[in-house]
């Protein structure tokens, strides 16, 4: 039946290409093209639809069946059957699903790579757009400027906010980029994705919030310090001090102002507003937002990471904290509970990236002391501090074991459990009837763009005569 | 039965305690000894054999069972059911075997701790002893040898092999240090005892002796060479081409030495005929000895080292190699056919140590001629270099993900296959019947010292009449 739908809708086209020569009216013209493209689009999901793919879902009787194909490598060569969980159906990201091996595998090196330099090198093209935008610059590029640019109160202003400007302009492309990275990394799904995105934006504001404001010199600068392994408590001892009064203002700049931000949510106001405006659709078409988690844990976790390396050095850090998260409790409730619609069940999957985020305070907190005590001639006390990031590091080595499990994949006995209890259930048939299109390629569902039911013969916009 | 003979037994110990007060002939002394040693050790035999013991080897009645119990996390606790692939009857090492998961965690976080700082170390101990074996700490030490020191030759001789011979005994001494530790690591079959043993020693000889003889320093500069990780192609540049005929002589001196006295075996022959003037034993009895990969597997893979990082400096270290690499080949040869027979199968597991040495040969062959190139201002050919130790890390990733899973574990493809070619065996029920008495902790071996099998009557030693 297929075939046969497609050699039809090619004849068709044919037509169309003839009917191009001559005078139309502007919008049988575009009714034409519309239709076009959406013949284009039918075809291609034939061609699709035919083609073997080298993926595929497979659904189990059982769970513990589905965790055997899951767990246990299946083919002698371990990159030609690759299993993976399933996502839910509404999670799954297509674009990676039928790729092969090696292309993820390539991908996957290569992100890292990319994300890499960009987290390290990110400051640089900053500093140099910054360099850019000062006053004698922005005169010969806007020569009209100049009257207003000799007003001392714009000067100031200029010269004061405009590079704090130009580097949360940037900030502001960081989030989507990590989300891209992460999406190209070879994923299955998005919530594999998101939470990818969450590290890589960790690790983007530890290093270029934390480090390169306590360390204020040249993103090279920080590079060569952490090449120089043995130095970086000194350093670290010498620098993070001086820093204790500006996280303390970042807390209540940043922290406090992205809160009542998430508690307005201006900017996506702003956002709908245009595009209903705009997009002239039904106006009560409106789509849930659901939480940007890769965008707001990293933020919560590094305001955590303040709190842990400056609560000894600058206590007073400690009651605008107090106030974030307390704050933060409270909005972000209300947001999950009113607002926001989650996409997919996290199944509390990002709570890894919590604990290691922690860790590694903890662990970054003991080095500064360490330095610290060093730089104050305590070797006492240095000496004393010795066994903690031990500890630390045992206490972490443990949950690893005894927890970390738990998140990557379910033990027999609950898988047991649920398959014994769902043996006697009733709606059981009905379940695997429906999992049979649970899982559809939206690149394979039917065109809905415009045309009747009886479509090859009414137009496509309804009643627009020219 | 076993708690009835369990009294019996705890009455004739009774019996004997009394009977120690009075006198007897010696030999009927050191029989009741002997006696009460054995009863002792029985005693202990049924305690543990009424045991519950932590631990129990699971037969399944398929491959594929085995291996969904053994890649599927069991419990919800991840640490309360552990489950392991049964290592040969032989190959198990039983002291481990019940050991509680926490227990062999903590060895398992201990051990490498030690053995880190054993071969980090090492040589601080060995350049003390060293310095004190001076002549003149000779003289004070032992003052009759003062004649015999004076004579020009022998001080010479002392002076020029004393430090050699010291750290020679203290080599010699490594690999049983080696297997102790990994053997308290918390393994449960010899194999992997071995296994790890050998990569302890790899690192042990890579660090004592190439690089303890590149930076011939301190052990403590050398560890300062290592934390400041931006010097290390510089300082290895500078240091390793000065090192060139000292390891060409010593793949001479060390390595060929090595292979003939594995050809003679002179040390385990003077053991062996030690112990058979000194056991009594029937001289028929005569164990075949296992080929102690610990041992040599690091030895050739550490001139395979030798010969990636110096060939370019001094090619005339290669000849010396390809000889010491074609007697190796013959001498092994020979060897594994007619000397030694192995204790356990090793089924190639060995190789992804021999991986791993070569690729980090290569990337340290890298890092030297990056360092050289840097040295000598040829920044085209630093630049050049570049790829090649990204290539390799891309070929090893490659490699791990390609053939490291089949050294893990065997795939589902061949246990199917394996299982449907068993169903249909004759020999299986006999299998399953021998698979019951397989497995016998070696404590709980019945006691074969000595007494007759009436042995409640007959003394111990035979016709000895004091």
Same mark, same amino acid.
């Given at each position: 039946m297929?075939?046969?739908?497609h050699s039809q809708q090619n004849f068709r086209r044919d037509g169309f290409l003839g009917l191009t020569g001559r005078k139309v009216s502007l919008s049988d013209h575009y009714e034409k093209k519309l239709e076009d493209l959406e013949d284009n689009v039918r075809m291609k999901q034939n061609l699709l639809a035919g083609e073997e793919v080298p993926a595929a879902f497979v659904s189990?009787?059982?769970?513990?069946?589905?965790?055997?194909?899951?767990?246990?490598?299946?083919g002698v060569n371990p990159t030609e059957w690759v299993t993976e969980q399933a996502p839910e159906p509404r999670d799954v990201h297509w674009a990676f699903f039928s790729a092969s091996f090696i292309k993820r595998w390539i991908f996957k090196l290569v992100v890292p790579v990319a994300c890499f330099a960009l987290i390290v090198l990110y400051l640089i093209p900053v500093v140099i757009v910054q360099g850019l935008a000062n006053l004698e610059q922005l005169e010969t590029w806007f020569p009209f400027l100049k009257g207003i640019l000799s007003l001392t109160v714009v000067s100031q202003v200029i010269t004061g906010y405009l590079p704090s400007?130009?580097?949360?302009?940037?900030?502001?492309?960081?989030?989507?980029i990590m989300l891209t990275f992460s999406a190209i990394q070879g994923y299955i799904s998005r919530s594999q994705i998101e939470r990818s995105a969450c590290s890589k934006m960790l690790w983007f504001i530890i290093w270029n919030v934390f480090f390169a404001n306590v360390l204020s010199g040249s993103a090279l600068y920080e590079v060569n310090v952490f090449l120089e392994p043995k130095n970086i408590p000194r350093v670290l001892a010498e620098a993070v001090p001086g820093q204790a009064s500006f996280f303390i203002s970042y807390v209540v700049t940043?922290?406090?102002t992205k809160l009542s931000s998430e508690l307005f949510r201006l900017i996506p106001l702003v956002c709908?507003?245009?595009?209903?405006?705009?997009? =002239? $659709?039904?106006g009560n078409e409106f789509e849930v937002p659901s939480l940007p988690y890769y965008n707001d844990i990293p933020t919560i976790l590094f305001f955590g990471l303040l709190g842990i390396t400056y609560f000894f050095l600058a206590p007073l850090i400690l009651p605008f904290l107090l106030v974030y998260f307390c704050l933060g409790y409270i909005i972000f409730r209300n947001q999950l509970l009113n607002v926001y619609a989650p996409k997919y069940e996290t199944n509390g999957k990002f709570w890894p990236i919590v604990h290691n985020s922690t860790v590694f305070s903890l662990i970054l907190m003991h080095i500064i002391a360490f330095g610290i005590f060093g730089l104050k001639k305590l070797p006492l006390a240095s000496t004393l501090l010795i066994p903690l990031p031990v500890l630390t590091l045992i206490f972490n080595a443990y949950c690893q074991n005894r927890f970390l499990p738990l998140f990557k994949a379910?033990?027999?006995?609950?898988?047991?459990?649920?398959? =014994? $209890?769902e043996q006697n259930e009733a709606g059981m048939t009905e379940f695997y009837d429906k999992l049979v299109t649970a899982y559809q390629d939206p690149a394979l569902m039917p065109v809905q763009y415009a045309r009747n039911t009886d479509r090859d013969t009414s137009p496509l916009l309804h009643s627009t005569e020219v």
């Open positions: 297929k075939s046969n739908n189990f009787k059982s769970r513990l069946g589905a965790a055997v194909a899951l767990h246990i490598q299946q400007l130009i580097l949360q302009l940037f900030m502001f492309f960081v989030p989507p940043s922290g406090w709908s507003f245009w595009k209903r405006l705009f997009s =002239r $659709k039904d379910y033990p027999t006995e609950c898988l047991v459990k649920q398959d =014994r $209890k």
